[in-house]
Structure formats: C-alpha cells, structure tokens
C-alpha cells in the first residue's frame, strides 16, 4: 500500500543522459528548513508584518527594509540573489498563484521526514516524528559516493542534528558534519579551530547550530577539498517561525540569500567549479496559512493543512530552461534526488523505487 503514490507516476523506467553527456560535474544541495512558498515568491506578508508586535524586536527596521508595496520590488528585497540571479538564469518550482506546484509526499510534513524524502526519493512511512533515527534508506550522497567520480567527493553540513540520523551518519562513507558536531581532521585550519571552539560555547540551548557556523564550515571545506556533490542544511527560520517571531523568520531568508549568493560567487572564481556546477534549494516542509503560518504537521484540519507546499529552485547556467514555472503537473520532494543523480549523468536506482527525476528540466 504504502508504494501505490509510485506505481502510476514515478516508478516508471526511463532512459537518462549517459555519463558522458552530463557537462555538470558538481552538485550543490541547499536546504532552508519550512521557508514558505508564499514567502519565495510573495516577498513579505503584510498581515504578519504589521499585524503584531514583536516585543523588543527591530520589527520597525525589518519592516522598512523587506516592505514594498509592487510584489517584484518586495520578493527582490527578501530574496535579492534568488530573484536577480537564479529566477533569471535558473528555473523555479512552486509558484501555485502560477499553478506551479511542488510538494512533499509523506503526509507527516516534519522535518525528518521531509529530509528523508528529499535525500532519499521515498516516503518511508514508519518516519512519523523527528526523533534521532538512522535511516536505514540509502540516500542519493550515499549512491554517488559509491560511483568512481565521486568517491571520497561527498560532503554533508548541517545546523540541525538530525541530518546524522537521515542521512545515517553512522553507515556513512561520506563526510557528514551535523548540529554541534566539531570539524575533525588532522590539519584543521585556523578558520575551523575558531568555528569549532565558537560552537561550543554557544552550544547551551537545543536549538540547532547557528547557520552562519553551518555555512562557514561548509565554505572552508570546499576551499580545502572541493567536492563535488555538497548538502547545506539551514534551519533558523523555522526556529524563528516555532517562535512566531515574523520579522526574525524574514530575517533568516534574507541572511540565508546571502550566504548562498557569497557561496555561488566563490566557486565561480574556482575552475573546478565554474560553470560545471548546478545548484539545487529545496525545503523540507511547508507552513500553515494566517495565524497558523507558526506551524506545520499533521495536524492541522485537512481543510487548512497547506504545510505540504514546498517548492525548489535550480540554477544551472546555461544547462537548463529557466524561469519561474507557470501550471504543468505537481511536481514532488521525491523527485530531487532522481533529479541530482540525473543531471550528474546517473540514474539512481537502489532498494526501493525512487522518485523520477523532474522531466521539464531537461
Ligand atoms: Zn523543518
């Protein structure tokens, strides 16, 4: 029962780009935990900007910086790299004022669940929570570490802990940072010391790891040992968003834009990089609509329960068609890792029947 989503749709076989077709060499996957829809594309909202008070928060500088009153200038000023960069030169899944839907398939819509999804392009319906399991699944990094180009060329960060258990960190033969995990190796850098020492002492809440350690780890090993298939994960705005904190969550996707823009810009200066490289975002979940954007799960009434939208950006230059997608089918989270094997030159087949790559991208 649980296959039957894929027996129609997905677990069909096809033909795909042999390995010496594929002119993308690297593959960059970035995650941003339960960024909404309606965010990417709407910019901000109006009724939670200026519906509430945020207590000693700057709301009136957030505010002032993220509103416009033209949806263009406003998506801009949240997302100015997604929107000057890759909406121009990359392809956009998700827009449902558009019809362009993309979502997730397991009905849970936490973020285990999602991540395991999104890596492993299944829906193992025993993931019902976000406890610490090892996901038993085989996951796409996992698949192109096992192929002779990428060996020893995978790499996972991450701000959350958990990416140890969906990713299964302990079967792994990839290189897989998570949480507050340390950097470990025998010539660590100056950079990495800091990072490492920095992280420890912030380390008192549960709260994942602040992203812009997350980041700076994952840049500095990029610099150091330049893989070729990487996995970011990011998680402060859903931590700002559990905490119905507004202009805090705006904040984050903001900060988050940059960061990907300062990464994109650094690895178009290496030639190992430049123009060999596609880069993937993805989200592990939606948000509620209104007052219920705080939240997601199973939980919410079917009527009101939106937090399954999700949506994904590509930026390929010059690989892919581009720009912002306009009705076509639904589209799934169970797809991206079909989709990143594929446009490597793969097909990842392994244990269990895996989401078809997305077709209109090719
Ligand atoms: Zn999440």
Redesign the pocket.
């Known amino acids: 029962m649980r296959n039957l989503f894929f027996s129609s749709l997905l677990f069909v076989s096809i033909s795909c780009l042999s390995q010496e077709n594929s002119k993308v060499e690297n593959v960059i996957l970035i995650t941003i935990?339960?960024c909404r829809w309606q965010e990417i594309f709407n910019g901000a909202d109006s009724m939670l900007l200026f519906g509430k008070k945020y207590g000693n928060s700057d709301a009136d500088r957030l505010i002032e910086k993220f509103w416009d009153n033209d949806l263009n200038k406003r998506r801009e000023r949240l997302l100015p790299f997604l929107w000057n960069t890759i909406a121009k030169e990359g392809r956009l899944y998700g827009n449902r004022n558009l019809g362009s839907r993309f979502s997730v398939r397991n009905k849970i819509r936490?973020?285990y669940p999602?991540y395991a999804e999104i890596f492993t392009g299944y829906v193992d319906t025993s993931f019902k929570t976000n406890d610490l399991v090892y996901n038993k699944n085989t996951n796409v990094f996992e698949f192109l570490n096992k192929q002779n180009k990428f060996k020893g060329k995978v790499a996972s960060f991450a701000s959350w802990d958990r990416a140890n258990g969906f990713l299964n960190k302990q079967r792994s033969t990839f290189f897989i940072n998570a949480g507050y995990d340390d950097v470990n190796s025998e010539d660590l850098s100056f950079l990495q010391k800091t990072l490492n020492s920095l992280q420890k002492k912030y380390h008192t809440t549960e709260q994942a790891r602040p992203d812009y350690i997350t980041y700076l780890h994952a840049k500095e090993y990029v610099r150091q040992h330049q893989p070729k298939v990487l996995s970011i994960g990011f998680a402060w705005t859903?931590d700002m968003a559990h905490d119905g904190n507004y202009p805090k969550y705006l904040d984050k996707i903001f900060f988050f834009d940059n960061m990907i823009q300062d990464l994109w810009e650094y690895i178009q200066k290496l030639p190992q990089y430049k123009n060999k490289t596609a880069l993937f975002i993805a989200v592990?979940?939606g948000r509620g609509l209104g007052e219920r954007w705080v939240g997601?799960g199973p939980d919410v009434p079917p009527s009101e329960n939106h937090t399954n939208e999700t949506w994904l950006a590509v930026l390929v230059p010059g690989m892919i068609k581009t720009g912002e997608v306009e009705n076509g089918p639904e589209l799934f989270n169970a797809q991206i890792a079909g989709t990143i094997a594929k446009i490597l030159g793969y097909k990842f087949e392994t244990e269990y029947p895996v989401g078809l790559p997305i077709a209109d991208l090719f």
Do not use: A, E
């Open positions: 935990d339960g936490y973020s999602g859903d592990d979940h997601h």
